[in-house]
């Protein structure tokens, strides 16, 4: 039997279950486990710059791809706790990634030795497993577990804490004939979905809600099929947006109190059967229960039986992968189809494309200082269908959800749940890492730009190219305007005179500046008509150069985003669209 450490044991394991990268940085109780990265050869290392960027990166690399796990890797004590807020975001949002920490030596771990935390108490409620791994012949099989449980029904993430002596301690291990273990997914039966779609055919003005656990499935593909099979009109959540593309006949918009359309709102409103598939009722996508449940019938298919019944009854649920249940929707859709026994449903899609059609928002400002809504038109006409969009939470990401458009899977990559700030740009280079031919655009607000900003240095130093928009209002800008409740504007400017930037005009940080101190390139503009021309300078700059490009865009400090409490009461602030050229790029042109 061959000998070799725990460390090696589970670097070999890692590489059998497929990790091919790992984003992280080594400290002193961790070392073991690198010197058998070292040795291995296979695992490809990205250093962060903040172990908590290590764990947003593997969150990213992970959501870019169907199948991949982000690794993370930390020292004993306090990179552990960094990665806190990873774990959370991941679980919060149903993703698989894998942490692995250093721990002081097992004999001393009662001993409060340097550095020694109880990381697997405090990561228990984040993780499907998190497990101190206190005999060294245990590695494998923790290792082995973790895979398992992050691929098995709702995924999520583990975390693995090794101690510094159990690394190196020497086992019996066989890697060749290692075996992942196999991967439970439950599966609607067939009498299920017939059930479901007896309850569909009744209605007479169904929708969809797609969730991200079809994106988690990768069945956006079925999903597609079986919305046109049946004729149904599809809303995605925030996580499922890019299931079915922007422009596809059935997208009737996305629905909630903030990241939504009025259109969207409008058609949800007016439905009477919901179809939930991977979706979790989040409640800034439901707002208040009464109003979104009142007068209709709903059918819920998640893969976590735990989460039916959760927020409200549905009238009926299913525990299934989204994949599972979606091929026997198509197999049955198919069958009633070619018996003509599926209702015509052209008035009803009719009636959601004439809201999408004439219920949409002014994105045409000219006015200076910018007004936000200009960057997405100006982002709509840059960045293709191929691009990837990634962002976190604020204004910035919000405006984002109503103003741009995403026509694939995985490509609006975004802390649905857990919104923490600075997530962002390490974020878009786990997704470089992951899918280097694709092109990235990071979207952030200048408050989460700047938590986590020196990871900007990480796609200088590992060439990972991005686009990077910085919206800038000097402000937290969503704090200003929920702070409108209470009269108050309170903690939340970020403005100052910067004694070095007189240039900033009083916006205070000079992002320009630092990013290039990073290592990486920055435009600014101030003038809407400057947006479209940095952004392809910005193109250019990043092919040229492989580096992040930040284009900062100076905004007027306080603009309010449309946003409420319940679907029938979002607030607008701003002119509505009236004419097309009020918002040229909307995926359905306004009705004249
Ligand atoms: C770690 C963390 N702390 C606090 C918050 C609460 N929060 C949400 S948005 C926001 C302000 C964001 O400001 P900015 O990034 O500039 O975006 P803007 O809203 O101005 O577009 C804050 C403080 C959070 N989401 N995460
Ligand atoms: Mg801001």
């Known amino acids: 039997m061959p000998r070799m450490t725990a460390a090696d044991a589970a670097v070999a394991i890692l590489r059998r279950e497929g990790v091919t990268n790992a984003f992280g940085l080594p400290g002193a109780a961790i070392n073991p486990f690198y010197a058998a990265m070292r040795r291995d050869?296979?695992?490809?290392?990205?250093?962060?710059?903040h172990v908590e960027g290590a764990s947003h990166m593997a969150e990213g690399y992970t959501r870019a791809r169907a199948g991949n796990i982000g690794v993370c890797v930390g020292t004993s004590g306090p990179a552990g706790t960094d990665m806190i807020t990873g774990l959370y975001s991941a679980s919060a949002d149903s993703i698989p990634i894998l942490c692995i920490t250093g721990q002081?030596?097992?004999?001393?771990l009662h001993k409060e030795d340097f550095q020694a935390v109880d990381i697997a108490a405090i990561a228990g409620p984040l993780t499907k497993m998190a497990m101190t791994v206190l005999e060294p012949a245990q590695v494998p099989g923790a290792f082995q577990q973790a895979f398992h449980l992050m691929r098995s029904g709702r995924p999520g993430p583990v975390l693995i804490d090794l101690p510094f002596d159990v690394q190196l301690a020497e086992i019996d291990f066989d890697p060749d004939t290692y075996q992942p273990l196999p991967v439970y997914k439950p599966a609607a039966?067939?009498?299920?979905?017939?059930?479901?779609?007896?309850?569909?055919?009744?209605?007479e003005r169904p929708i969809i809600v797609a969730g991200g656990g079809i994106i988690n499935a990768d069945a956006a593909d079925l999903l597609t099929e079986f919305a046109e099979l049946t004729d149904t009109p599809v809303v995605p959540t925030l996580m499922g947006w890019g299931a079915l593309p922007d422009d596809h006949r059935l997208m009737a918009g996305m629905a909630g109190l903030q990241t939504a359309h009025r259109y969207g709102n409008a058609t949800v409103l007016a439905s009477d059967f919901v179809l939930g598939i991977g979706n979790r009722w989040a409640n800034r996508h439901t707002g208040g229960l009464a109003t979104y449940t009142a007068g209709r019938t709903f059918v819920h298919v998640d893969i976590e039986p735990t989460q039916i019944g959760r927020v409200f009854a549905p009238d009926y649920g299913i525990v299934s992968d989204a994949g599972a249940a979606l091929r026997l929707f198509v197999e049955v859709a198919r069958e009633r189809k070619s018996a003509g026994r599926l209702a015509d449903r052209t008035a009803w899609i009719e009636e959601c494309r004439e809201r999408r059609a004439t219920m949409q928002r002014r994105t045409h400002f000219d006015n200076v200082p910018i007004k936000p809504q200009r960057v997405y038109e100006e982002m709509n006409r840059a960045f293709g269908p191929e691009t990837r969009y990634v962002s976190t939470i604020g204004l910035s990401q919000i405006a984002a959800a109503q103003f741009l458009h995403v026509y694939r899977p995985r490509h609006w990559?975004?802390?649905?749940?857990?919104?923490?700030?600075?997530w962002t740009t390490p974020a878009a280079l786990g997704v470089c890492v992951a899918d280097p031919d694709t092109p990235v655009v990071a979207l952030s607000g200048d408050y989460d730009f700047q938590f986590m900003i020196e990871e900007l240095a990480v796609g200088a130093q590992f060439n990972l190219p991005y686009i990077h928009v910085l919206v800038n209002n000097a402000y937290l800008g969503l704090i200003r305007q929920s702070q409108r409740g209470f009269d108050m504007d309170y903690c939340v400017q970020l403005a100052f005179d910067n004694v070095n930037a007189p240039e900033?005009?009083?916006y205070g940080v000079d992002h320009v500046k630092v990013a290039e101190g990073l290592g990486c390139k920055a435009l600014r503009v101030t003038e809407p008509g400057e947006i479209g021309?940095?952004?392809e300078e910005?193109?250019?700059?990043?092919?040229?150069?492989?580096?992040?490009?930040?284009?900062?865009v100076i905004l007027e400090r306080v603009t309010n985003i449309s946003m409420g409490t319940e679907l029938d009461n979002v607030v607008e602030f701003e002119d509505l669209a009236e004419r097309r050229e009020d918002a040229p790029t909307a995926v359905v042109a306004l009705l004249d």
């Open 41 to 49: 050869g296979g695992i490809t290392h990205t250093l962060a710059r």
């Open 189 to 203: 039966s067939r009498a299920q979905i017939v059930k479901a779609l007896d309850m569909l055919a009744e209605a």
């Open 104 to 108: 002081a030596p097992v004999a001393r």
């Open 413 to 422: 990559i975004n802390a649905g749940q857990a919104g923490p700030l600075g």
């Open 504 to 506: 900033v005009g009083g």
């Open 538 to 552: 910005a193109k250019k700059l990043m092919a040229e150069y492989r580096v992040p490009v930040v284009v900062e």
């Open 533 to 535: 021309p940095a952004l």
